[in-house]
């Protein structure tokens, strides 16, 4: 995925968020799930926020079926490289 400037996930790193490089608002951030053993992110719903708190209040939403575990981390870019 192109344009990712910072990228937080939960404790068992499935679910996260990702702020992304946008020509509108400068950055936008997204809720994401890691998908499976290939560790590929997939935006979930193509939801967009233009703040953290935004997408991060995404997960509080009782209507839907995603859940964060524990609090959300920065993750260091590298790993995206390491895990791939």
Known sequence: MQ???????DQTG???VIEREDQR???SFHPIKMEGKTKEILIINNLWYTTYT?????????????R??????RVD???LSDIR
């Not at 344009?3 to 996930?9: F, T």
């Not at 964060?68 to 981390?73: F, K």
């Open 14 to 16: 499935e679910l996260g």
């Open 25 to 27: 608002f400068g950055s």
């Open 3 to 9: 344009g990712i400037r910072e990228m937080w996930l």
């Open 68 to 73: 964060v575990s524990g609090r959300m981390q």
């Open 77 to 79: 870019l590298m790993y």
């Open 54 to 66: 935004g997408a991060r209040h995404f997960f509080r939403l009782h209507s839907n079926d995603y």
